[in-house]
Structures are given as structure tokens and as C-alpha cells.
């Protein structure tokens, strides 16, 4: 197991070496001056050419690459050119708002899921196998922005149950939770649907494994066949596809939290994209890749808990 950890983590390391290369490289040949944009177009050139020294934009690329580096490995992510305030102080204030709200989406997409998926594998051909993988087509086919402005529409609207857009803070918990209860839900339906067909798909094939013929020829019957032996071992592909969804869902949230005007990390970098605060946006990204990265690694460890056969092959 030390074996298998110590491959996965030195994949990780080289995984975040080579994404803070390209990140940084795209950020710095995307067109226009950030200086001469915070300006205006009647800027002087001496004007211009002090801020870009002040913005550290006149050095080298590689020693501006290394610099960034250096100061995030230190918890240093630079100074956000906009705000006049430190990324990492940034980052810190939104990050209560898309975290909570990614693991919210994440414990519904699950509390979903698991049961639609375990149903439709055991009444596999059924009506409410072809129900439930009805729902779930539909489910995938929808866009989640197009689901929120419907959740906005009927709950916020009409019914006025929730909110329809903002965040109030963690001062009072209830009031929180009960914003972010319409955005989880617009991400969480759609990443239930594919998590449970691949739920039910990852259990039909169990279910015609011979240790299921087995075990129910010493005298289980079909549901304790099923719940003993074939959903532990089912779910080794569905903890991949949770481990990606988690990440999505942190990190691909930027449409929804725009949709419900929420102060996360996707509406910071969607408002630092607007303004050309780009160091902003190369810190954050990098921040959700190591997010993506790390999850990925925590997911290979649980792989191989499951699976002790994964141990033995690294």
C-alpha cells in the first residue's frame, strides 16, 4: 500500500508541475495589456509603463513564473490587482460559499443516486428500471443553468419558498443553507443521473458474476446477494465518478453561482476574467486544479482499499 501511495504521489506532484506550466502559459498569451486595460486608452505610455513595473509585469516570464510558485508554495498567491487585497485573502472569503455548496450538491447527487441506481439494477427490464433511466436520460440531457432559472422561476418566484439569488452569510446557519439549497440542487440533479446509470450499470455486470451465482446456490436469496456482495464491490467505478464530480462540482460551478449571484470562486474568476485581473485568475485555477488533483489522489486510495488487487499491480 506505502508502494502504490508513494506512485500515486509522486504522479500528483509532476500532475501540478506541469498544470502550473500551462496555466501560467495561457494566462500570459492572452492578448492586451492588463496595465493599459486598468488605464484606459488615454493612458500616457510613462503612466503604463509604472504600473506595469509596479504589477511586476516588466520581468522576465520565467522569473515572474518562479516568483509565483515560490510565494504559493509559501500560502502567497499575490495581490489582486483590482482589489488592492491578497488573492489568498480573497480566495479565503469565497471559498465558504463554493465549498459548502459543492459538498451540499455532491451528499444530494449521492442521496439520489445510490438508491435509483441499486433499484433499477434489481428490476432490471422492469417499469421502474425504464423510469428511472428515463428520468436519468433527461436528467443528463438538461442543461444544470437552464434547470436553475426553472428552480428560480417555480420555488423562488412563484412559490416563494427560497430565495433567488444571494447569500447571507454563516451567521445564521439556516438562512445559509436554505440559499445554497436551490443552486446544489440545480448541480446535483444532473450529476445524479449519470452517477446512478453508472451505478446500475457497474451493478448489472456484478450481479452476473459467478461469485453471485455462488452465493446464491449456498441459499441467499437475490437481495442479500445483491446488498452483501455485488454493490461493495460495484462500487470501485463509482467512486471514480464521485471523485470527479466533486471536483466539477467546486470547480465548475461559475455559471450557477451566476445564475444565483453567489460570491464563490467561480464568480470571482468570472469577475477577474472581466477586468483583467489575471493574477487572480491564474491563482484560483491553479488552487482548483490542486483541488482536482488531490481528490483524484484520495479517490486511487480508496480504489485500492476496495480493491486490494490494485496493490499488488503498482
Same mark, same amino acid.
Given at each position: 500500500m506505502i508502494r502504490f501511495a508513494a506512485g500515486r504521489l509522486t504522479s500528483l506532484v509532476i500532475s501540478l508541475i506541469v498544470a502550473s506550466i500551462v496555466i501560467f502559459a495561457v494566462i500570459e498569451v492572452i492578448p492586451g495589456d492588463p496595465a493599459a486595460f486598468m488605464l484606459g486608452v488615454n493612458a500616457r505610455p510613462d503612466t503604463i509603463a509604472a504600473l506595469r513595473a509596479e504589477m511586476g509585469l516588466d520581468q522576465p516570464v520565467i522569473q515572474?513564473?518562479?516568483?509565483? @510558485?515560490?510565494?504559493?508554495?509559501?500560502?502567497?498567491?499575490?495581490?489582486?490587482?483590482?482589489?488592492?487585497?491578497?488573492?489568498?485573502?480573497?480566495?479565503?472569503?469565497?471559498?465558504? @460559499?463554493?465549498?459548502?455548496?459543492?459538498?451540499?450538491?455532491?451528499?444530494?447527487?449521492? $442521496?439520489?443516486?445510490?438508491?435509483?441506481?441499486?433499484?433499477?439494477?434489481?428490476?432490471?427490464?422492469?417499469?421502474?428500471?425504464?423510469?428511472?433511466?428515463?428520468?436519468?436520460? $433527461?436528467?443528463?440531457?438538461?442543461?444544470?443553468?437552464?434547470?436553475?432559472?426553472?428552480? @428560480?422561476l417555480i420555488f423562488a418566484i412563484n412559490l416563494r419558498w427560497f430565495s433567488a439569488g444571494g447569500f447571507p452569510g454563516w451567521d445564521n446557519p439556516f438562512q445559509a443553507i436554505k440559499s445554497l439549497t436551490l443552486p446544489a440542487i440545480a448541480l446535483a440533479l444532473p450529476q445524479a443521473a449519470i452517477l446512478a446509470r453508472v451505478m446500475r450499470s457497474?451493478?448489472?455486470?456484478? $450481479?452476473?458474476?459467478?461469485?453471485?451465482?455462488?452465493?446464491?446456490?449456498?441459499?441467499?436469496?437475490?437481495?442479500?446477494? $445483491?446488498?452483501?456482495?455485488?454493490?461493495?464491490?460495484?462500487?470501485?467505478?463509482v467512486l471514480t465518478i464521485i471523485g470527479l464530480q466533486f471536483s466539477f462540482l467546486l470547480a465548475g460551478g461559475i455559471i450557477i453561482e451566476q445564475v444565483f449571484f453567489l460570491p464563490g470562486l467561480g464568480r470571482l474568476i468570472f469577475q477577474s476574467i472581466s477586468a483583467r485581473d489575471l493574477i487572480v485568475v491564474e491563482s484560483v485555477v491553479m488552487l482548483l486544479v490542486f483541488v482536482v488533483i488531490v481528490v483524484n489522489f484520495l479517490v486511487d486510495l480508496a480504489y485500492a482499499a476496495v480493491d486490494p488487487r490494485l496493490r499488488t499491480k503498482s
Open positions: 515572474r513564473y518562479f516568483a509565483w @510558485v515560490a510565494g504559493m508554495l509559501q500560502g502567497d498567491f499575490g495581490t489582486s490587482w483590482t482589489y488592492k487585497t491578497p488573492v489568498s485573502d480573497l480566495i479565503a472569503d469565497r471559498i465558504w @460559499v463554493s465549498l459548502p455548496l459543492a459538498i451540499y450538491a455532491l451528499a444530494l447527487s449521492t $442521496l439520489i443516486a445510490f438508491p435509483a441506481g441499486i433499484y433499477a439494477a434489481s428490476r432490471r427490464g422492469g417499469a421502474g428500471d425504464t423510469a428511472i433511466m428515463g428520468a436519468t436520460q $433527461l436528467g443528463v440531457a438538461i442543461p444544470n443553468f437552464w434547470f436553475a432559472m426553472i428552480l @428560480v457497474s451493478l448489472l455486470d456484478m $450481479l452476473g458474476e459467478d461469485f453471485i451465482r455462488t452465493a446464491r446456490a449456498k441459499g441467499l436469496t437475490q437481495r442479500q446477494a $445483491l446488498w452483501r456482495h455485488a454493490v461493495r464491490n460495484a462500487l470501485i467505478p
